[in-house]
């Protein structure tokens, strides 16, 4: 029987005001709402049944409190590099008023005056990625929605620029990194599954 390959699964915090609003929240640390804390309690009910050698949360509330009420805060570990994109000037405003002062701009390509470029927020990404993979089993991350999409193409060793095609994720959703056939061939195994989530 073949030895199952290690899984990383990405969780995205449940929501906040800023999520609901489409307001760029990067290290504004809000609370989730009463609908973001059900979420994270219905994710802890679709990881029910998994083990994990590892759960790791970013500091911000946002992620911790998912992780909390998901059932993990007794085992996760913060970890700093695991904070949302830093907007900088662009903290708190939608991308339609970014858009309108900056036409053209993208994110994944641009970054934010003031803040991360897409090269920063990939080498937080990338001593992420180095450290779980030296785990060597199931690891579990809390994190949030730039992040983890720059996470994910940086596993497939994708520039960052990738997250903006091609990786879209909901709020409290479950995706899943692996590998296929041997450690060598990074993949996606699961992607924004958020079924456990209500309305």
Request: include cysteine.
């Amino acid at each position: 029987m073949m030895e199952a390959l290690p899984v990383l699964y990405l969780a995205r915090h449940g929501d906040t005001a800023w999520t609901q609003s489409g307001q760029h929240t990067g290290l504004t640390d809000l609370p989730l709402t009463t609908n973001g804390e059900r979420n994270a309690r219905r994710l802890g009910e679709r990881l029910k049944g998994l083990k994990f050698a590892k759960v790791f949360t970013s500091p911000l509330q946002r992620a911790a409190r998912t992780c909390e009420l998901a059932g993990f805060a007794g085992v996760a570990e913060i970890d700093p590099d695991l904070v949302e994109w830093n907007y900088g000037e662009y903290e708190g405003l939608r991308s339609a008023e970014i858009l309108a002062k900056r036409p053209g701009w993208q994110l994944f390509r641009d970054g934010a005056p003031g803040g991360e470029s897409p090269m920063q927020v990939a080498e937080r990404a990338d001593r992420v990625v180095k450290r779980v993979r030296m785990i060597g089993g199931d690891v579990l991350l809390f994190s949030s929605g730039h992040f983890d999409r720059v996470l994910a193409a940086r596993w497939l060793a994708l520039d960052p620029s990738a997250a903006a095609k091609y990786f879209l994720l909901s709020p409290a959703s479950l995706s899943a990194l692996s590998y296929e056939h041997k450690l060598s061939q990074p993949v996606i195994r699961l992607w924004n599954d958020d079924y456990h989530v209500a309305a």
